[in-house]
């Protein structure tokens, strides 16, 4: 893929902390900033998608009630640890 030139501010301490695993890395500082902004973004991308799947869960209006998750919880390393709880609320009929 084709780069582009980009240029940003960065704080004295990371250009050098970049400079140095560059040369460890065998690297460009600019191959390492690009690696990471990737990185970074593409964390970003999957912690955005989890969230919309969680809000589009939430939205259905099923959920497992507190008391439920709290015995769950409290059975765990004990002689009668319960199974993971099954939603008990549920949204209104209409």
């Known amino acids: 893929m084709a780069t582009i030139p980009f240029s940003l501010r ?3 301490e990371i250009k ?3 400079t140095q695993e560059a040369e460890r890395a065998d690297r460009t500082p600019s191959y390492l900033a690009n690696q990471a902004i990737k990185i970074f973004l ?3 991308t999957a912690k955005r998608k989890a969230i ?3 809000v ?3 939205d259905k ?3 497992i009630s507190e008391g439920a ?3 769950w919880v409290d059975s765990w390393g004990t002689e009668n640890e319960l199974p993971v709880p099954e939603p008990d609320i549920f949204p209104d009929a209409q």
């Open 10 to 12: 960065i704080d004295p």
């Open 16 to 18: 050098a902390q970049l």
């Open 42 to 44: 593409q964390a970003k």
């Open 52 to 54: 919309d799947k969680a």
């Open 56 to 58: 589009e869960e939430a």
């Open 61 to 63: 209006g099923i959920f």
């Open 69 to 71: 998750v709290n015995a």
